[in-house]
């Protein structure tokens, strides 16, 4: 890898070349997109400000826009640079692995559709990871056929790797249930509020009760650098696959009606009612699943053990998933930047220390051509390259 430019500060401690920004670091950074100016950092008014201001020019004055999405917190010095026409990257400097690098969505897709819906300033904060730990899983299959078995045996093999989208439901919890983790109990009024202001990526109405994906709750596994698992029913695998959520979608069936029969009861959970109700539901979701090119696998979850390796199969948990150059990174740690700078889309991130007698030790680039997608419209993972010492 060549040498980076040197870029020169000018008085706003932006770097520049030939007169276009690139570059800006400190406490508050400065940018801009096309015509507008973006102040990041935490400013003494910050009460107000959530870490951004933006400058409206037919108003001549600061702003502060609705801040969506998980917050970096920025008391310390970071780097800025824009990204086209749509986006921020902001480096944090001196942070772990996981915190140091965010994008501040100014003009996305999902940005402008929330401009639309809150008719004010809208940006959003992604949490940028290096690597794409892989498209998100959607499950579905009839109440009972055994997608949470499948789903607690893929957690407890790799805590690291998935994390589960955690739906909002209208139904009551079952005695075992904790509120933000198996679900986020809602009331239906407040959920169809939420539903109204586009903050779903899917909902259906499942057995009576209304069930549904919240972009925030797919976007939180993705800020942990996880793969997302989504267990939703075939309208929701439905409404996904129409979306643009990349993901693999995988149907589990059951041997017999009389097995899920057998297992919906001795899963304990349901009332008489309940359990009459969902085998109804079952014909119809075992006809849907048939909807071609909707499901991308179908699984008969018949022995539990078998079916569990046909999963990891299917989710290429076989092969070695560790070889990476990005995996090496998440080893060694996030670098300690000394000079950020951008060629086309490639961001050299420099830690070189003449002091220390290490230059180029550590220097990582970032290819944002590659950027891949959270829940749809947001910014999600980010390829590097580089020298790890
Ligand atoms: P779902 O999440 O699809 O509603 P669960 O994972 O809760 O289903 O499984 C329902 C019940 O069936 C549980 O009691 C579970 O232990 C049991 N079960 C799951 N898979 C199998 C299997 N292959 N054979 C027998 N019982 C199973
Ligand atoms: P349970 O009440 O047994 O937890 O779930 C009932 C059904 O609702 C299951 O088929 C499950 O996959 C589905 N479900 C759970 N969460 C969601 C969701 O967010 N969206 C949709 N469409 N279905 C869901």
């Not at 053990?305 to 090496?328: F, I, M, R, V």
Request: net charge neutral; with cysteine.
């Amino acid at each position: 890898m060549g040498e980076a430019p040197a870029f020169l500060f000018d008085d706003l401690n932006r770097f520049s070349e030939n007169g276009i920004d690139l570059v800006c670091m400190g406490r508050k950074t400065t940018n801009f997109i096309g015509n507008t100016k973006y102040e990041i950092g935490d400013h003494d008014d910050s009460a107000l400000s959530n870490g951004v201001k933006v400058f409206d020019n037919s108003l001549g004055d600061w702003v502060y826009p609705t801040v969506l999405g998980t917050k970096p917190t920025l008391s310390s010095d970071h780097w800025s640079l824009p990204l086209g026409e749509d986006r921020i990257l902001v480096i944090k400097n001196g942070a772990t692995m996981d915190d140091s690098l965010w994008f501040l969505e100014v003009n996305t897709p999902y940005v402008r559709r929330q401009k639309n819906l809150w008719g004010t300033n809208v940006v959003a904060w992604s949490k940028g990871v290096i690597g794409y730990p892989g498209k998100p899983i959607v499950i579905s299959g009839p109440s009972g056929v055994g997608k949470g078995t499948l789903i607690a045996m893929l957690m407890k093999e790799f805590p690291s790797m998935f994390g589960f989208s955690v739906s909002h439901t209208t139904r009551a919890p079952r005695e075992n249930e904790i509120n933000g983790i198996h679900y986020h109990f809602t009331e239906r009024s407040s959920m169809e509020e939420d539903i109204k202001n586009g903050k779903f990526l899917e909902f259906a109405s499942v057995h009576s009760n209304l069930y549904g994906t919240s972009i925030e709750s797919v976007e939180a596994v993705g800020d942990a650098g996880k793969r997302c698992i989504l267990d939703i029913d075939v309208q929701g695998a439905k409404s996904v696959r129409a979306s643009s959520l990349d993901a693999v979608f995988i149907f589990v069936r059951p041997p017999s009606y009389e097995d899920l029969e057998k297992r919906l009861r001795s899963r304990g959970t349901e009332t008489e009612e309940q359990i009459q109700k969902r085998l109804r539901n079952a014909k119809g979701e075992l006809e849907q699943s048939r909807t071609p090119g909707l499901f991308d696998h179908i699984l008969v979850n018949d022995d539990l053990e078998a079916c569990y390796q046909t999963l990891k199969t299917h989710l290429g948990l076989h092969e070695s998933a560790d070889n990476t150059y990005q995996s090496a990174m998440k080893k060694a740690g996030f670098p300690r930047v000394n000079s950020v700078s951008k060629v086309g889309t490639t961001i050299f991130l420099n830690s070189s220390n003449a002091d220390l007698g290490n230059a180029s030790k550590n220097s990582l680039v970032l290819d944002v051509s590659l950027l891949k997608g959270g829940a749809p419209g947001r910014t999600r993972g980010l390829t590097a390259f580089g020298k790890l010492s």
